[in-house]
Every structure is written in C-alpha cells, then in structure tokens.
C-alpha cells in the first residue's frame, strides 16, 4: 500500500531538507527511525556544546579574575606591597608608585577585555607574551621578591597554558561539533 508523504532527508550536516514522495508503510518506518536518530545526535551536540562553551566561560571569569586582584589589590590599592618593590627594582625607585598603579591599571583592563570576549585570540596571545616577559624579567631581576621565589615561573607557565587551552582548545572542540 502507498502513502503520500512528507519526508525529513538526512545529510551529514543536518536533517532539514524536505521532499514529497510516495511510499509505503515499511519505507515511512525507516525514515521515521533515521529522523528520530538525527534528533537525538543533534540534541546531544547541543548539549557537548553548551557544556564546552560553560567550561569556557567559566574559564575566562577565573583568569580575568586574576589580572583583576593583581591590577587592583596588589598594584593599584597597594595591598601588596612587594609588587611596588618588584617594579622599583626594575624600572627605578623615582617613578616606581606610578608605574605600579599604571601596570594595574593596564591588569583590570585586560580583565575587561577577557570579559569582553572582543579578539579573544588576540587577547590570548596578548596575556601570554605579557606574562612570558613579565615573569621572565622578574626571575632575572628580581627573584628574592617573588612569592615563591624562581618557582614562579612554573606557576605563570601553568597559566600560560590554561590561557592558551581556554582559547584554542575550547575553539577547536567547538568547531568540531558544528
């Protein structure tokens, strides 16, 4: 027996192209099943998606929460005051107040622009080569003010790769589920 109907086709891409023929019941079956199963496989990319781009999100708020309590607690409040004693040590103590609180300054607007999410490749690329110098003057310079002395350099490249992970990795994995 042959029906008239209106048929979900399936491509690689997505299961949105619509034809009209005519069937029979087993047929209608098999198309129904192969449709259902497209639903399904696009409601799980959906949710890998979703979870990635959180992951992301989540990513960013915590690195640009970084520059922030280094920009304004520990440069430009001074609630640290080694940070003002590193730049004296490299830069000069005649100017080293102000160039404190300006390096902060450019810290909370890099905290924005993460958050902003405005040329975030650049932006990443930015942070690494900001941190890579900064971190590497400072382990020749001024190594006995650091925190954790020249183990510091382990640390600020963990966060190099946690920066560079967040935005080419993220972005490779989301590219691969559309």
């Known amino acids: 027996m042959a029906f008239f109907a209106i048929v979900t086709f ?5 299961c949105h192209a619509i034809s009209f023929c005519v069937m029979n019941s087993n047929e209608i079956d098999l198309i129904w099943k192969q449709n259902k199963i497209c639903e399904k496989r696009e409601a799980v990319i959906m949710k890998q998606t979703i979870l990635i781009m ?24 001074n ?13 000069g103590i005649d100017h080293a107040l102000l160039f404190t609180k300006l390096i902060g300054v450019l810290e ?4 924005v622009w993460i958050i902003s999410g405005f040329k975030s490749r650049l932006n ?22 650091l925190l954790w002395g020249r183990i510091n350099a382990l640390f600020a490249f963990l966060f190099i790769l946690l920066i560079y992970y967040n935005e080419f990795h993220f972005k490779h994995e989301l590219a691969q589920h559309h």
């Open 79 to 91: 609630f640290v005051p080694r940070h003002q004693q590193i730049v004296a040590r490299i830069l």
């Open 108 to 111: 909370i607007a890099m905290a």
């Open 54 to 77: 959180r992951g992301k999100r989540i990513l960013n708020y915590l690195i640009a929460a970084v520059w922030l309590a280094n920009g304004l607690f520990c440069k430009v409040l």
């Open 10 to 14: 399936m491509n690689k891409s997505s």
């Open 124 to 145: 990443a690329m930015v942070q690494v080569i900001v941190i890579g110098t900064m971190n590497s003057i400072e382990f020749v310079l001024a190594p006995d003010l």
